[in-house]
């Protein structure tokens, strides 16, 4: 199992970033994805998730409205459309499977089973 997640760089506070994670060994339409990110100093917090299907999508209040999630799973990619990205988006963003997850886990960290190397997102003027 692979997931390698791609896109991050350096942008000005207000531009957008398009994040990749693309995955293999896994069955994508029974995984659900999910997005992470670390600063500097903190704990991991979740992002956002997509369910197997794509049907069902999760967001961390501080990203709601600004960043969707999305999925191909023919291409066995996921992506996190980042917008009007703030300072306190900065951090290492992950993407991680878990089997089973609902709108009262998916972002815990530790139920996920898989994940991705992180990709550095900095925003800063």
């Known amino acids: 199992v692979q997931l390698q997640a791609s896109g991050g760089g350096l942008v000005q506070p207000g531009d957008s970033l398009t994040l990749s994670c693309a995955v293999s060994?896994?069955?994508?339409?029974?995984?659900?994805i999910g997005w992470f990110r670390q600063a500097d100093g903190k704990d991991r917090e979740g992002v956002s998730c997509?369910?197997?299907?794509?049907?069902?999508?999760y967001y961390a209040d501080s990203v709601k409205g600004r960043f969707i999630i999305t999925r191909d799973n023919a291409k066995k990619m996921v992506y996190l459309e980042m917008s009007s990205l703030r300072p306190e988006d900065t951090g290492v963003y992950y993407c991680?499977?878990?089997?089973?997850?609902?709108?009262?886990?998916?972002?815990?960290?530790?139920?996920?089973?898989?994940w991705g190397q992180g990709t550095q997102v900095t925003v800063s003027s």
């Open positions: 060994g896994l069955a994508m339409d029974v995984y659900a």
């Open positions: 991680a499977a878990e089997r089973a997850v609902g709108a009262n886990s998916w972002y815990r960290a530790a139920l996920y089973d898989f």
């Open positions: 997509s369910s197997g299907s794509g049907g069902l999508t």
